[in-house]
């Protein structure tokens, strides 16, 4: 097959910018990736959307960080394997080279070794990834293209919303008094992640005391399965509490986290003194799979005041309406604070309605979360 995907279009470089109707301008993308059928591929896609824009398209990491600088794209879309510069160094260079810095989305195969580089990508600032499947995107999967486009836009009006909230005096952030679970201890904490995720949650890990008084804490993560569990290895690795891929039946213990597995629903059972670990197929009727909706939902329900939910960056809404029942249950919420989010969905949803009592940067949750899992009872083993 030709490159001619390099050659622009309707709508790319020489062609007129188009707001799609929305009134805002369209995201701008640069497409970085060795092969010339990915490259057509994602240009027949994104170019057919009326809210996007492609710039042009790079065969190279080299080639893309010229690119990158010239055009001033607000998304690159990066393939991790490519010849004279892989996606992970072409990524350092261009988070460093470009003012502002565009939002990456990296190109990812379905393997062991893809998610543990997929997972490296995101530590040096990429917003999200996409699963490499080019017999999905150069084919009619609406699911593939529908997935693609997206988080091309989230992380495209992400990057933009970022640099608004930076540039503008921070806005005033919850401030109702300590409830009581804060003061006499936590059962459990749960935590709710989605797109920049993962580089938040290795904070929020790494901020926790390890030891008996540190109780169970579950963590769902929109991921594949493979991801997931390479993601449990990593958080394992930062040396603090010990992190495991949970499993069915697990029973949760003090000084242990548990990453949802992808492509499953977690919930919690049992009572607070003996609560276990239900990871399975239902309810399957959920967007999400780890869903956090699911995941606060059956902890509001086991612990009750002695439960922490923390909420933090990603697309949508999923976890207000668990996070809205945790309240509800005398539990307390807390979200992560918006100019420190990829994407400021699933946060605003639960601050912007009171649902969350504080909204802090991944730093200060983790310091928060260092006080209190240094006292709490984790009566829940």
């Known amino acids: 097959m030709s490159s001619s995907s390099n050659n622009p279009g309707p709508g790319q470089a020489g062609g007129s910018p188009r707001s799609g109707g929305t009134g805002a301008a369209p995201i701008r993308v640069l497409i970085v990736d060795d092969s010339a059928f990915m490259r ?39 393939d991790i394997e490519m010849p004279v510069m892989d996606g992970l160094t072409a990524l350092q260079k261009i988070r460093t080279a470009c003012t502002p810095a565009p939002a990456v989305l990296m190109c990812s195969t379905l393997t062991k070794a893809g ?24 084919s009619r999967d609406q699911a593939a293209r529908d997935q ?15 640099s608004t909230l930076l540039a503008s005096p921070p806005p005033p952030r919850p401030s109702r008094p300590p409830t009581p679970p804060m003061v006499g201890g936590l059962d459990c904490i749960v935590i709710g992640s989605s797109t920049g995720g993962p580089p938040v949650l290795e904070t929020l890990v790494a901020g926790l005391t390890p030891g008996a008084n540190c109780p169970p804490v579950v963590i769902a993560q929109h991921m594949p399965a493979m991801f997931t569990a390479s993601l449990a290895e990593r958080l394992d690795e930062l040396g603090g509490v010990r992190v495991v891929h949970a499993e069915d039946g697990m029973r949760l213990q003090p000084g242990t986290a548990y990453v949802s597995p992808g492509g499953k629903q977690t919930q919690i059972t049992g009572r607070a003194g003996g609560a276990t670990l239900a990871v399975g197929e239902e309810p399957a009727n959920m967007l999400y799979r780890p869903c956090v909706n699911v995941l606060f939902w059956s902890a509001a329900r086991v612990f009750g005041r002695k439960l922490l939910g923390v909420i933090c960056t990603g697309m949508g809404d999923d976890g207000m309406l668990g996070a809205k029942e945790l309240v509800a249950c005398g539990g307390t919420v807390w979200a992560q604070e918006g100019s420190t989010c990829v994407v400021y969905g699933m946060p605003r949803a639960v601050v912007q309605p009171g649902i969350a009592s504080e909204a802090m940067s991944p730093e200060e949750l983790a310091a928060q979360l260092g006080v209190l899992t240094n006292r709490s009872s984790s009566k829940a083993a």
């Open 40 to 78: 057509q591929a994602l240009r027949g896609i994104l170019s057919a959307d009326p809210e996007i824009q492609v710039l042009d398209a790079a065969r190279n990491g080299q080639e893309g960080i010229d690119k990158a600088k010239t055009l001033k794209p607000d998304v690159v879309t990066l």
């Open 115 to 138: 998610s543990r580089e997929t997972l490296k990508a995101l530590r040096l600032g990429a917003a999200d990834f996409i699963e490499k499947h080019p017999d999905a995107l150069g």
């Open 148 to 162: 693609l486009l997206a988080k091309i836009k989230a992380i495209g009006h992400g990057a933009r919303s970022r």
